[in-house]
């Protein structure tokens, strides 16, 4: 397994972390995001909000999302598949919500493929509930988007520390 001991941290993001936010993105989904695409939710914008999971000097995870109106809208979030299971998505998605509350924030909101049932499971864990469903929303398969959202305050607070896992720049 790589990495191995050493605790996470989550700091914000930055165009530097291009190249392993885009390995980890293409380790992760049938259809990966593009560099550009990548690249813009990196650049510094105060309507983004851009997260990398480290240990070691290594990023293992990342999570993407943008600040609308009292929203916490994430667009993306991927936990390196050999770091699977141990806090990565855990860590990223509170403080992007501790982050997000700081803001004024009151509500997280996401997009889930319905065949998703790995991160849907995830994310019943932290508390979201399913609001709609986009009838056959992702272009590549028709596949439909359950809308999940969840108040950003038990978000952020979210019980026990994820394992192993600590959060701050
Ligand atoms: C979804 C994802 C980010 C979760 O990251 P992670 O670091 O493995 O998640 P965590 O270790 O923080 O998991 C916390 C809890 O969520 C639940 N969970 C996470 N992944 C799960 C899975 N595949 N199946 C069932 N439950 C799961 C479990 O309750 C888990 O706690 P446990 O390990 O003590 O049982 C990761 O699986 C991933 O990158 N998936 C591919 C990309 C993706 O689908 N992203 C979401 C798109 S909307």
């Known amino acids: 397994m790589s990495g191995g001991a050493g605790p996470v941290t989550v700091r914000l993001a930055g165009p530097d972390d291009l190249a392993a936010v885009a390995v980890i993105e293409n380790l992760c989904f049938g259809d990966p995001w593009s560099l550009s695409a990548l690249l813009s939710e990196l650049e510094p914008d105060p309507m983004r909000l851009p997260l990398a999971a480290e240990s070691g000097g290594q990023v293992v995870g990342f999570l993407m999302a943008w600040l609308v109106a009292d929203q916490l809208h994430v667009l993306n979030i991927a936990a390196d598949p050999h770091w699977r299971r141990r806090g990565v998505g855990t860590a990223l998605l509170r403080e992007a919500a501790r982050r ?9 909101t996401l997009e889930v493929r319905r065949g998703n049932t790995g991160g849907r499971a995830f994310y019943q864990r932290h508390g979201f509930h399913e609001t709609g469903v986009r009838k056959r929303y992702y272009a590549d398969n028709g596949e439909d988007a359950i809308i999940l959202d969840c108040d950003l305050d038990a978000l952020a607070d979210g019980g026990d520390p994820a394992p192993g896992a600590t959060e701050g720049l």
């Not at 997000?100 to 997280?108: C, I, M, P, S, Y």
């Open 100 to 108: 997000g509350r700081a803001l004024g924030l009151v509500e997280a």
